[in-house]
């Protein structure tokens, strides 16, 4: 069964704290995907990656960065957390442009 | 400008009924593709349907199907014979395939279903 794992359900961290959000998936999917979900506004991107050490920015990277040192892997980090950055996070990957994207079950990040 | 506008937030539909989600998009790619997912309570993103930018005929998956019209941009999901579980927030999204792959997701339509 096809499956993405995020490290954390609920994460509370406090201003100008370093955050890592792990995701893995088991798919040996190309290409991952960072997005943050906020009310009202549906899912945003953050970064994706089409192949291990290859990232892009999405639409809104300011504040945050990736690292996908491994197929399986995509870690997103946030350098000094703030409170604009409370929200739910989802990764998610894919096998290739026109196939679906599978989700991991969402990170819910607060910052203090 | 938005590339996928829903313009419904939430929506009511009675259940045993049909009803339409409404997508519009926005790219000058001609290859691309449009896809549908549902977010219940529970938030796990479950993928509903796909529609191919030179796909002809409309997706069909079950109980949903794609009202695809490629002139008008528009990508309307329809779930026939509304059940209650279908009560879920329900996503539209893109993907350009000649722009590094990028995903656009709308903000999403709210369906309530009441029995």
């Known amino acids: 069964d096809v499956k993405v794992t995020q490290s954390s359900r609920y994460l509370v961290k406090r201003t100008g704290e370093k955050v890592f959000l792990e995701c893995v998936q088991d798919m040996d999917h190309e290409n991952m995907f960072w997005y943050r979900q906020d009310p009202g506004l549906g899912l945003r991107l953050i970064y994706f990656?089409?192949?291990?050490?290859?990232?892009e920015k999405g639409d809104i990277p300011e504040g945050y960065s990736v690292s996908r040192e491994k197929k399986e892997r995509f870690s997103l980090i946030l350098e000094s957390a703030s409170t604009n950055q409370t929200s739910m996070y989802l990764c998610a990957s894919s096998l290739s442009a026109d196939n679906e994207q599978f989700f991991g079950p969402g990170t819910r990040l607060t910052v203090l | 400008a938005q590339k996928i506008t829903q313009t419904q937030p939430g929506m009511f539909v009675q259940e045993k009924e049909a009803v339409t989600l409404d997508c519009t998009y926005d790219?000058?790619?001609?290859?691309?593709?449009l896809f549908w997912y549902k977010q219940p309570s529970s938030g796990e993103m479950i993928f509903l349907i796909y529609q191919g930018s030179y796909d002809e005929q409309n997706a069909t998956e079950g109980r949903y199907s794609l009202n695809f019209q490629k002139a008008r941009k528009s990508a309307n999901l329809v779930i026939s014979a509304s059940q209650l579980g279908d009560s879920a927030m329900y996503f539209c999204?893109?993907?350009?395939?000649?722009?590094?792959?990028?995903?656009?997701f709308g903000s999403g339509t709210k369906l309530n279903v009441k029995p």
């Open positions: 990656s089409y192949d291990v050490k290859m990232k």
């Open positions: 999204a893109m993907r350009e395939f000649y722009n590094f792959n990028k995903f656009y």
């Open positions: 790219t000058s790619d001609q290859s691309y593709g």
